[in-house]
T-cell receptor, first 115, second 113 residues
């Protein structure tokens, strides 16, 4: 049973470009969470999605950031017009949802570097 | 609001020493879950343990043990006979059911030979 997959593992973008980060949850998991870890800091929640629904986006910056989890395919975190402050590790986690104690399984993360 | 405090920023020990990582949490909910994760230098997050608020029984897993005390809102983690491979950043986290994890700022553990 494959774990949570994230790609790319490393992404380099120049200021003003777009970054697309992908997350494939574990098989059978219908809940996806995105977290950001700035250098030398802890993880901060960004958004919580179920298939085709955003449940909690209280941690998402108001501009330039969006997330989706379509019926088919991976969850996507999209950052438009990246700035140097977006450089961070972005972690995706998935959870089975029903009958779950909310144990979240984390992917390996995507390290975004903005030049 | 929920909050997790890990007051120890960095701890250095010598191999075979015991070390305790502190975690204090705040929540108004009566049902919640507490977690510990390990982040080795390679960067991934490794799940260590989950406890729910109704289970205060302490747990031991090999060299690892956890002490959950609701009276002091603490969920401390002890590594017995530490090893160099234990060197990592350790995060304590809190969540309500099916909701986001609130992480502490982490404790960096350095175990030297």
């Amino acid at each position: 049973n494959a774990g949570v997959m994230q790609n790319p593992r490393h992404l380099v973008r120049r200021r003003g470009q777009e970054a697309r980060l992908r997350c494939s949850p574990m098989k059978g998991h219908s809940h996806v969470y995105w977290y950001r870890q700035l250098p030398e800091e802890g993880l901060k929640f960004m958004v919580y999605l179920q298939k085709e629904n955003i449940i909690d986006e209280s941690g998402m910056p108001k501009e330039r950031f969006s997330a989706e989890f379509p019926k088919e395919g991976p969850s996507i975190l999209r950052i438009q017009q990246v700035v140097r402050g977006d450089s961070a590790a972005y972690f995706c986690a998935s959870s089975p949802g029903q009958r779950s104690y909310n144990e979240q399984f984390f992917g390996p993360g995507t390290r975004l570097t903005v030049l | 609001a929920q909050k997790v405090t890990q007051a120890q920023t960095e701890i250095s020990v010598v191999e075979k020493e015991d070390v305790t990582l502190d975690c204090v949490y705040e929540t108004r909910d009566t049902t919640y879950y507490l977690f510990w994760y390990k982040q080795p230098p390679s960067g991934e997050l490794v799940f260590l343990i989950r406890r729910n608020s109704f289970d205060e029984q302490n747990e031991i897993s090999g060299r690892y043990s956890w002490n959950f005390q609701k009276s002091t809102s603490s969920f401390n983690f002890t590594i017995t006979a530490s090893q160099v491979v234990d060197s990592a950043v350790y995060f304590c986290a809190l969540s309500m059911s099916f909701q986001k994890l609130v992480f502490g700022t982490g404790t960096r553990l350095l175990v030297s030979p």
